[in-house]
């Protein structure tokens, strides 16, 4: 240990000497012109070069922190996606599946506190309302938290480590400034990433991009917090050496002043223009006028950074961000040009809602729990919207002039693939949409299209011998794939599903026509009375005469479902490893967290949640 203490120490000391040699380079007419001051100076390059060397030091040690975490949670969804893969392999022809129906409890204690715990008592999804309709967010889960306030804290303990509070102001504010700009740039680098449809980090770490869209406004708000702090201490330490004077002179005739102040006003008005009450009331303009205050702030900072060595991390944050917008470009036209184009056929329903059913230009294939995002330039050339896909279609076209297809390229080439979206008519985009295919003749009409995706995807439920999905209104759209695809399983036994039971809460009956096609379609499979019961619960019937139930499997209830007793009647008949499934409102995802939580010490039960939050 010794030895390895003494090498860092003449690491430490060679970096400080070279550090030093090029700042005294730097103030060599400052010594000549100062005279007697030159003893002075040489302490100040030492201390300058150790405040450099702590800069980039405590820089780093951001990036390997955020990296050991990555590799830990990498770890963990390998080992988890191994225990799923041998589960399902081991209950393929395992009909009580008695071994993975009881928990590990010590687990069960970490999923039921830390895992599926939101922070407080029991609600997560749900808005918190400064006033009726004004929601500022939802509060993370318990995990959630526990990063974000460890990555809070790490940041606030790097910048204030080192700096010399009891010294003059000039050179505390001076290590100050130097110390929040080096961090800024450094945690815009997992800002940019984190922020991405495209995301490496989703698909290797298994964590929905709701996930990462949530701790990428808070790695915002950091790094804004430390843009401001670095221009507010250069700010007081310019007006008590210039006085306001200094300070405006300064920024008309300093290239770095003026265009780092334009930097921090772009990221000020980011952070400002970023709250959940602008998000949800204004999103189109919200998100084009991110987009162009991004880039603002980029150009501002660069060009404040030019000639730094600390510019090295901007110039990963430019190339992470130029190759996740050409991926998105990509993407669009490859699913939307050629082979005559992407076509949306476009249809309304009853309940205020239309399906989209969108003919895709190339072959596509679907994972259940997909969505994509969809752009009608007729209707919105700007805008672009994330929806759920619940169901897709692959056929054959088969040119007559060709005759038999012969090889797997000509397969490729004459696939058709079709995508369809349900979609409740809200504000906006939804409702353009809406009133232009009711204006239509019989409320449909064929629109270009531009589709970019898949995105999602990510869970699985084959490996769970017992399958709850739960679905309120629209959310119906995540899980109808879910369905047909562990139905089609249990034919082929290719799953270790048998029990699925499908939980639907609509508002009408008349909500039923959203999915009747699919549903008819996945109600005529083979096996599928031996495994698939459905549920469907109308909170606001019109009669009673519209409640019937068309079979033992298929049945309709008044009201809303009480969740913990159905999961605790199914729990009770469990086969295998059960997975609870929820998409819908913020209060039924809640219902179901707190449900599942509470079976945590007596079943081996996992929670699912399928939820868009911007």
């Known amino acids: 240990m010794s030895l390895i203490r003494n090498r860092w120490l003449r690491s430490l000391a060679c970096a400080n000497l070279v550090l030093a040699e090029t700042t005294s380079g730097s103030n060599g007419s400052g010594h000549q012109n100062?005279?007697?001051g030159g003893s002075g100076g040489g302490h100040g390059s030492e201390d300058n070069a150790s405040a450099e060397f702590n800069n980039r030091l405590f820089a780093h040690y951001v990036l390997v922190a955020l990296a050991s975490i990555i590799l830990t949670l990498a770890v963990y969804h390998a080992v988890m996606h191994s225990v799923r893969y041998v589960r399902t392999l081991t209950c393929l022809s395992n009909e009580k599946q008695i071994y993975f129906k009881m928990p590990n409890l010590a687990f069960g204690r970490?999923?039921?506190h830390l895992l599926y715990a939101p922070l407080f008592r029991k609600h997560h999804n749900r808005g918190i309302y400064l006033l009726p309709g004004f929601s500022i967010g939802v509060l993370p889960t318990r995990l959630q938290s526990l990063f974000l306030v460890g990555v809070i804290g790490m940041n606030v303990a790097l910048c204030v480590v080192g700096i010399e509070w009891h010294g003059t102001s000039t050179l505390m504010l001076k290590y100050l400034r130097n110390r929040t700009g080096t961090l800024a740039v450094v945690n815009m680098i997992p800002l940019v990433i984190m922020g991405g449809r495209n995301n490496p980090l989703i698909r290797t770490l298994n964590i929905p991009f709701d996930t990462f869209s949530l701790v990428h406004r808070w790695f915002g708000r950091i790094v804004a917090s430390q843009v401001v702090a670095h221009t507010l201490a250069w700010t007081v330490n310019e007006v008590n050496t210039?006085?306001?004077?200094?300070?405006?002179?300064?920024?008309?005739?300093?290239?770095?002043?003026t265009t780092g102040f334009i930097g921090t006003v772009a990221v000020v008005v980011i952070v400002l223009q970023t709250s959940s009450i602008i998000r949800r009331a204004f999103y189109e303009t919200f998100l084009h006028l991110h987009i162009a205050l991004i880039i603002l702030a980029i150009i501002g900072i660069y060009l404040h950074m030019d000639g730094l060595p600390e510019q090295i991390y901007l110039k990963i944050v430019i190339v992470a961000w130029a190759a996740e917008r050409s991926i998105r470009t990509w993407c669009l036209i490859y699913r939307s040009v050629g082979n005559g184009g992407t076509k949306a056929v476009v249809e309304t329903l009853p309940g205020d809602a239309?399906?989209?059913?969108?003919?895709?230009?190339?072959?596509?294939t679907f994972r259940p729990g997909q969505h994509m995002y969809i752009t009608l330039p007729s209707v919105g050339l700007w805008?672009?919207?994330?929806?759920?896909?619940?169901?897709?279609?692959?056929?054959?076209?088969?040119?007559?002039?060709?005759?038999?297809?012969?090889?797997?390229?000509?397969?490729?080439?004459m696939q058709k693939t079709s995508m369809s979206l349900v979609i409740r008519r809200r504000t906006g985009f939804?409702?353009?949409?809406?009133?232009?295919?009711?204006?239509a003749p019989e409320g449909r009409i064929v629109v270009n299209a531009l589709a970019e995706g898949p995105y999602g995807g990510l869970h699985s439920l084959h490996s769970y011998g017992t399958v709850m999905m739960f679905a309120g209104g629209v959310g119906i759209t995540h899980q109808v794939p879910y369905v047909r695809d562990l139905v089609v399983?249990?034919?082929?036994?290719?799953v270790a599903a048998r029990r699925?039971?499908?939980?639907?809460?609509?508002?009408?009956?008349?909500?039923?026509?959203?999915?009747?096609?699919?549903?008819?379609?996945i109600l005529a499979m083979d096996k599928r009375r031996d495994v698939l019961r459905i549920q469907l619960f109308v909170t606001r019937p019109r009669s009673t005469k519209e409640i019937h139930s068309p079979s033992a499997t298929v049945q309709m209830f008044p009201g809303r479902p009480n969740v913990n007793t159905l999961i605790e009647m199914e729990s009770e008949n469990q086969v295998g490893a059960m997975g609870v499934s929820v998409c819908g409102t913020a209060g039924l995802s809640d219902d179901v967290r707190r449900a599942v939580r509470k079976r945590q010490s007596v079943r081996n039960i996992d929670f699912v949640e399928e939820s868009f939050s911007w």
């Open 34 to 36: 100062g005279g007697s």
């Open 110 to 112: 970490i999923k039921e």
């Open 383 to 413: 805008t672009s919207h994330p929806f759920s896909v619940a169901w897709s279609n692959e056929e054959a076209r088969i040119d007559s002039e060709k005759g038999l297809i012969m090889n797997r390229q000509d397969v490729l080439t």
């Open 354 to 364: 239309i399906r989209v059913t969108v003919n895709m230009a190339r072959p596509w």
């Open 500 to 521: 699925i039971v499908l939980i639907w809460i609509i508002q009408s009956p008349e909500h039923l026509e959203w999915i009747r096609p699919w549903m008819t379609t």
């Open 430 to 439: 939804t409702n353009t949409l809406y009133k232009r295919a009711e204006r």
């Open 242 to 257: 210039s006085g306001w004077k200094g300070v405006s002179k300064q920024l008309q005739s300093s290239h770095m002043i």
């Open 489 to 494: 399983g249990f034919a082929n036994n290719t």
